[in-house]
C-alpha cells in the first residue's frame, strides 16, 4: 500500500467511503465506529484518517520541496467540505485500539488551512494539533519503548467540527443489560430523537458490546461522531449477549465465543458496590473471587458462634490448616497472612465458595492474644473488615456489597456452550454439600474427591490421629477400624447425590503434619482425648516429625508403610458402593486413584491390593457398580515414565499443583513471598501456580500423555489440580487431548464456557 493511500476518508462529507482491504485494517478505536456507522448510511460528521508513515512522509517531503503526497493531503481534506463548499472548523482526535490516559484530547474550534503548505506546517494550528497527537502516542520525543510495528499501526483522526448540541449515552444499560439508549455514570438521560434508537441498534449489531456514543443533535438531527467501549458489569454483559441471540443479531455460537470466561466467576458471588473513600489498608492475593464483610475472629469455635446468631465473620489467621475447616465453612469471608493461590485456605475457601485473600505479608496473626496487625493498625475480635477475594484488596469497616443477580441468563449460555464442547467437565468435591453446588452449575461428575478432606470434624480428628500415632499395628488397626463407618456413610452418600456420574476418589494423601497438633493446648487436648502423657505424645511427634513434609511420607508411600489404611479406605469405599447401590436405579460409577507415584512398581503394588478388595465385594459382578482403577501424575519421574504406568492403569489425572511445585522446585506455600517479586521484575510473566507454566511443566504433560496412550491406547486423560479452572490453562490443556477436567465448584461454569471457545 503507498502512502497516498494511508491518508483516506472513513466518512466523507458527501458519498461514501471506499476502502481498500489494506485500509480496513488500519482502522481501530474511533476510527473503526465511524466508518461502520458511516458505511450503514446513517449521518455520521466527515472525518479522515492520517497514519504516521503518511504523516512522517508529508513532514520530509517539505525538506525537498516535494509536494506529490500533499497534493494528495488536500484532496483528502476537501471531503470534509460540504455542498455549501464552505470549508468547515477542524477536529483533530487519536484513535487507538486500547484507552490509554496520557493520549491528547480532541483539540476542537481549528481553522481549515488557507493554503497547502500550511496544512503541513507544525507551526500552523492544524499540523500543530496532528503532531502533538502523534506525539501523545509515546514516540515522539525519542521515547522508543515500544516496537515499531506498534508505530505503524499509529493513526489520527481530522474531522468537521459537528454543528449542535454534544450528548452522550450508551447503547446498552451498564447494570441490566437492556438495550438503550441508556444514560452514562448514572447521569440524566437527555430526550434524544427517535433515530436514535436506530443508531443503538446499529452499534449494537456492529460492535456487539456496550459502547458509549457522542453524538451532535441539531433540531432534531442526528450526526454521529465517536463511539468507545464502555466496561459495565458481568451480569450487563452476559444478559446482553443472551438478548442479542433472542434478537436474531448473533448466533448462539456468537454468544458462546464473546462472552469473556473470566468474569463469569463475578457472577456467582457477592462484590463490592463502591469503594470510594474507602482505600484498601491491606493488598495480598485473591485466591477464592467475591466480597465478604464482618467481624474478626481469630478461631474455628468464635466463628461458628457468631454463624449460630446470624452474623457474618471473617476468620483471619496466619495460614489455615485442616482444624480450620469448620471454621473456614462457618465463616463468610477468610484472610491469611501465608498462602498463595493452591495453599489450604485458597483450595477450600474455591470448594465452599467463600471469599478469601491470602499471603497478606503486612498482616500478622497472635491468636491467643484475640489480635492481629495489618500494617501498623491493630485490630481486635470485634473489630470489622472487608475483604475481596477478586483483587486480594483488605478494607477496614464494612462496604457495602452486591448480591449476585443473573436471572436465566448463564444457563442459557452455558447450555449452548455444552453444545461444541468436546471436554467433559468435572468438580473436586469430598461432601454432598460441594457436590450439589458443583451439579448446580453443570458439573458432569466428580474428578477428585480427597479422601483426607473428610476428617475435618472434631472426632474424626481425633480418630485419625490416633492412626497417625499409633506406636504398633495392632494399635492402628483398631484406630482404622473406627474410620471405616465414618468413611462409607461419607461415600454412601457421595455416590447417592452423584446418581451414576463417575466419583474418582483419590486414596489417602495427606502430608502428616496437616493433621498433627501443633499448639500447646492442641497437643494437651490430642493427649487426653488419645489417653497418653503430654510428654509421651510429644516424643511420638517429634518421631515422626520430617523436614519436607510435601516430599515425604505421603500419598502411594503411606498406602504401601501402613497398607492397614489402604485396607480400611477401599473396604469403606466399596461398603459405600453398595450402600449407595441399594437405593439408586443408575450403576455406580467409581474410580479409585493412587496419588504421589514416582514408579510403575509402587502403582502394581497398589494395583493389585485394591483390585482383589473391589472383586471381593461382588459388586463388580453385577451390574450395580462400575470400578476403575488409575493414578494421579504430579510428579516429572512419572511423566517420563507414563508408558510403564498407563499400562497398568485405565487412566491418569494430572495433579498440576504438585507437578509445578516439583518441576519448579518452589514450595506452592512459601512461593508468593517471592513470585511477585519475579513478576514485577519481568523473571516470570506469570505465577505458574495460577497459569499453567505451558514450556516447564505443561511439557511434562505433553510427555506424559503422548508415552501413557502410546502404551495403553484406552487410556482416559484427565486434570484435577488448580489450573483446571484457569481459563488460559484450560485451552492449553484443549490442545492435549484431554478427557475431563476437574475444578473447584465455583470455577464449573468458568471451565464449561472456556472448553466450548477452545473447541469453536
Known sequence: MSLAQEMFAIAPAMGKANLSASQLKLLSGKARWIFRVGEAGFPTVPTIVLTRAAWEALQAERTRKDVKLRTHWVACLFKLVGKDAQPPLLAVRTSAATHNAGLMPAKLGIAAPANPEDSVDPARPLAKAIKNAFDSYGFGHGWTGRQDDDRGKQIVLVQAVADGEIEQFLTRNATTGLLGPAPVDGAPLPRLPESIDALVALMDAKAGRHMCCTVAIKRGHVQFLSARPSQVTAAADLEAAVDRVNRKVWSAQNAVSRVDPTRLAQLLHPRLKSVDGAPPIATGLGVSPGAAS???????????????????????????????????????????????????????????????????????????????????????????????????????????????????????????????????????????????????????????????????????????????????????????????????????????????????????????????????????????????????????????????????????????????????????????????????????????????????????????????????????????????????????????????????????????????????GISRDDAPTFLTAYQRKGVYERDPFVTIDEKGVGEMIAIA???????????KIGICGEHAGDPASLKFFAGLGVDYVSCSPYRVPVARLTLAQASA
Not at 505 to 533: C, K, M, N, W, Y
Open 294 to 664: 464482618g467481624t474478626i475472629v481469630f478461631n474455628a469455635e468464635d466463628a461458628a458462634r457468631l454463624r449460630a446468631r446470624g452474623k457474618h465473620c471473617i476468620l483471619v489467621v496466619n495460614e489455615t490448616g485442616p482444624a480450620d475447616i469448620e471454621g473456614m465453612k462457618a465463616a463468610t469471608g477468610i484472610l491469611t497472612a501465608r498462602g498463595g493461590m493452591s495453599s489450604h485456605a485458597g483450595v477450600i475457601a474455591r470448594i465452599t465458595g467463600k471469599p478469601c485473600v491470602a499471603g497478606v505479608r503486612t498482616l500478622s496473626v497472635d491468636a491467643g492474644e484475640m489480635l492481629c496487625r495489618i500494617g501498623d493498625r491493630e485490630y481486635r475480635s470485634g473489630d470489622r473488615l472487608t475483604i475481596d477475594g477478586s483483587d486480594g484488596s483488605v478494607y477496614a469497616g464494612t462496604l457495602p456489597l452486591a448480591q449476585p443477580h443473573i436471572g436465566g441468563a448463564i444457563g442459557k449460555l452455558l447450555g449452548w456452550s455444552d453444545a461444541s464442547r468436546t471436554i467433559a467437565v468435572r468438580t473436586n468435591a469430598e461432601t454432598v454439600e460441594s457436590a450439589m453446588t458443583a451439579l448446580s452449575f453443570g458439573a458432569e461428575g466428580i474428578g477428585l474427591a480427597r479422601s483426607e478432606h473428610m476428617f475435618f470434624s472434631p472426632e474424626r480428628m481425633v480418630a485419625l490421629r490416633r492412626m497417625i500415632l499409633s506406636e504398633d499395628e495392632d494399635d492402628r488397626s483398631r484406630a482404622i477400624n473406627g474410620l471405616v463407618d465414618f468413611q462409607t456413610g461419607d461415600y454412601s452418600a457421595l455416590f447417592s447425590a452423584m446418581k451414576g456420574l463417575p466419583v474418582n476418589v483419590r486414596l489417602f494423601d495427606p502430608p502428616l503434619h496437616e493433621f498433627l497438633p501443633r499448639t500447646d493446648e492442641d497437643i494437651e487436648e490430642t493427649a487426653a482425648s488419645l489417653g497418653l502423657a503430654v510428654r509421651a505424645l510429644r516424643l511420638r511427634l517429634e518421631r515422626i516429625a520430617e523436614i519436607n513434609p510435601m516430599l515425604g511420607h505421603r500419598g502411594v508411600r503411606l498406602a504401601i508403610t501402613y497398607p492397614e489404611i489402604l485396607q480400611m479406605q477401599m473396604q469403606a469405599i466399596m461398603a459405600g458402593v453398595r450402600a449407595a447401590s441399594e437405593t439408586q436405579n443408575e450403576p455406580v460409577a467409581v474410580e479409585v486413584m493412587v496419588p504421589f507415584v514416582s514408579t510403575a512398581s509402587e502403582v502394581a503394588w497398589v494395583r493389585e491390593r485394591v483390585t482383589t478388595i473391589a472383586a471381593n465385594s461382588g459388586l463388580l459382578r453385577t451390574d450395580r457398580a462400575r470400578f476403575s482403577f488409575g493414578t494421579m501424575i504430579e510428579l516429572p519421574r512419572a511423566c517420563l515414565r507414563a508408558g510403564d504406568i498407563a499400562q497398568m492403569v485405565d487412566f491418569f489425572s494430572f495433579g498440576t499443583n504438585d507437578l509445578t511445585q516439583t518441576t519448579f
Open 705 to 715: 500423555i503422548e508415552r501413557g496412550k502410546a502404551a495403553n491406547p484406552q487410556l
